[in-house]
């Protein structure tokens, strides 16, 4: 008999004899990880979504937490200024501030914010107690003026883009109009204080 017809029997049986299953993992458990995997992903992204991530209501609330804020630093302020220009510069900021953070409600009130129940954290976060400390170490070591221009001066700087920000991604008419107004009046004092820091510096 032909060697090669002993050989093709063998041959054939081994092709369709049950295979035994590699090891390892196999496409259809890999496709059904990756699919867990990707599901997952989209749930953290809808959950972080559905909690603020820093969306226009976030971004408005911070405002006007810094705000009420900055009003408050500014009016306390007042009596630690040696310099009879930067009191006088500070007084006016202190007088926009208070009436911005009264006129801010009713815009805020539009678009479902009440500025008496802001939100906990964003107080927290905006509660301004690192400035509050580095003012106060600056007043013990007779640097006060010259710091608080330069800190104001960056709270201001910082808060005018969170205005712009919410400005473009705002339709509220209402809203943008406040935002206008408020940021045109901070700039020449915003300025006044940037100066006196160069100045003094």
Request: aromatic share 4%.
């Amino acid at each position: 008999m032909n060697p090669d017809q002993n050989q093709y029997p063998i041959d054939y049986l081994n092709q369709i004899a049950p295979q035994q299953p590699k090891a390892g993992m196999s496409r259809s458990k890999f496709l059904l990880l990756m699919g867990g995997g990707l599901f997952l992903i989209i749930i953290v992204v809808v959950l972080m979504l559905s909690a603020g991530g820093g969306g226009p209501k976030d971004k408005m609330q911070t405002l006007a937490a810094r705000m009420i804020t900055l009003q408050d630093i500014s009016k306390k302020a007042q009596p630690n200024l040696k310099s009879s220009a930067l009191r006088a510069t500070n007084s006016s900021l202190t007088i926009l501030l208070t009436n911005a953070n009264r006129d801010i409600a009713d815009p805020l009130k539009i678009n479902g914010i009440d500025v008496t129940k802001l939100d906990k954290n964003i107080q927290a976060k905006e509660d301004g107690q690192a400035l509050k400390d580095k003012l106060e170490d600056a007043r013990l070591n007779a640097v006060y003026d010259r710091t608080y221009a330069r800190e104001m001066t960056y709270q201001l700087q910082t808060t005018s883009a969170l205005m712009g920000d919410i400005y473009d991604n705002s339709n509220s008419k209402s809203l943008k109009d406040f935002l206008l107004a408020t940021d045109n009046n901070l700039q020449p004092i915003t300025k006044s204080l940037s100066e006196f820091s160069d100045t003094v510096n």
